[in-house]
Each structure stands twice: as C-alpha cells, then as structure tokens.
C-alpha cells in the first residue's frame, strides 16, 4: 500500500527556517517524480517543487531562491527545507507522488506551516 | 492568479448532472492530454478523480468523468450525491517550468 507521512510543520517566526520531511512507503521515491503542494488558509492548491527521479529539480518562482527539495534515498524520503520564510508561506503543506509529472496520484496527509511573530 | 480558470462555485440537485469547467491555453490544457481533476474535502488531502483527461483510477467511481475541447477540459458529475459535495481542482502539464499547474477550484454543491 502507498503511503506517504509528512512531518515537520510548526509555528515559526518571519525569517525562520522549517524541514518538512515526508517518508514514503509502497514504492520508491527515488525513482518516482515528487511534488510538494501548498494550500494556503482557505485557497486553493499551489504547486511548489519537484524533483524528477533523475535528481533535477523546479520551483514555484515564489519560493525559488528560498526552498530546497530534496531526497534521501536510504530513507525513502522526500524533504523541503524552508529559508527566509515570510507570513505568505504559511499553508498546509502536501508531498506528493507525481508520475511523469502528468498527475498527482497520492498524497500525504498535510503538515501546517505557520509563519507568525 | 491562478493559471488555470476554473468556476468559483457550482450547484446541483440530487440525481442531477453538474459539468465544472477548467480553460488554459495552448501551452497546458489545449496542448497535452494531461488534464487531472481532484476532488478535496473539508480538513482533507486532495483525491484523483481523473488522469489524462478521462481517466479514472481505480477505486473512483464511473460517475465522474472528463473530457477536453480545445484549451477548455471539463469534469462531469452524474447522479449527484450528497458526498460529492466538496473543492474540486484541476491540474495540467504545462510547457512552462513550472509543471503541473492548478485550477483555482470550484465549490461544488449539492442543494
């Protein structure tokens, strides 16, 4: 069974840096494509990054500069580090698996991040 | 601004039929047969509905279904059910770097 598990949200002030982590089972994430997605208070769904299976890597221009993602194979887990963060970053944040960056066919359950003084 | 425009809200009856809309352009919907739709409830995680256009994946019932014209896809909901009421978001491959772009949603529901 797939499954994927994020951790690693919280409340952190303006400036602050956060890792969220998503441990993945039922498959191997490094050889998946895998996305993390970020919904706003009440707004809709916003793509974040990608890393590709072959280790490339994309970002939203929003967070680009800010945000690494990236992946420990003996782990089979997926992280975001966050730098810099602003009050706009705060979201539910979601991995997902993201084959052949058609679609997004499992997700996590969701980790809050908030950037609050 | 999201690029993908979907409808704010949809209504329908019971039994009824509601289409939602999702418009791009040649660069994402109208250029690749990779629209998905997610249904999302309340305090939930987003669900495929479709893939590909039309598509459903296993376990999604038949009652969903997608279809595209154009820069325009659509997601249709027959007999409509008290639980399919919920945020519905679609998603395309884009040309662009940034893959897999997202509808604003439409609120879908169910009088």
């Known amino acids: 069974e797939v499954q994927l598990v994020e951790s690693g949200g919280g409340l952190i002030q303006p400036g602050g840096s956060l890792r969220l982590s998503c441990a993945a089972s039922?498959?191997?994430?490094?050889?998946?494509?895998m996305s993390w997605v970020r919904q706003a208070p009440g707004k809709g769904l916003e793509w974040v990054s990608v890393i590709y299976s072959g280790g490339s890597t994309y970002y939203a221009d929003s967070v680009k500069g800010r945000f690494t993602i990236s992946r420990d194979n003996s782990k089979n887990t997926l992280y975001l580090q966050m730098n810099s963060l602003r009050a706009e970053d705060t979201a539910v944040y979601y991995c997902?698996?993201?084959?052949?960056?058609?679609?997004?066919?499992?997700w996590g359950q969701g980790t809050l991040v908030t950037v609050s003084s | 601004q999201s690029a993908l425009t979907q409808p704010a809200s949809v209504s329908g009856s019971p039994g009824q039929s509601i289409t939602i809309s999702c418009t791009g352009t040649s660069s994402d919907v109208g250029g690749y047969n990779y629209v998905s739709w997610y249904q999302q409830h309340p305090g939930k995680a987003p669900k495929l509905m479709i893939y590909?256009?039309?598509n459903r994946p296993s376990g999604v019932s038949n009652r969903f279904s997608g279809s595209k014209s154009g820069n325009t896809a659509s997601l249709t909901i027959s007999g409509l059910q008290a639980e399919d009421e919920a945020d519905y978001y679609c998603s395309s491959y884009t040309s662009s770097s940034t893959p897999g772009v997202f509808g604003g949603g439409t609120k879908l529901t169910v009088l």
């Open positions: 997902a698996r993201f084959p052949g960056a058609s679609y997004y066919d499992y």
């Open positions: 039922g498959f191997t994430v490094s050889s998946n494509y």
């Open positions: 590909d256009v039309s």
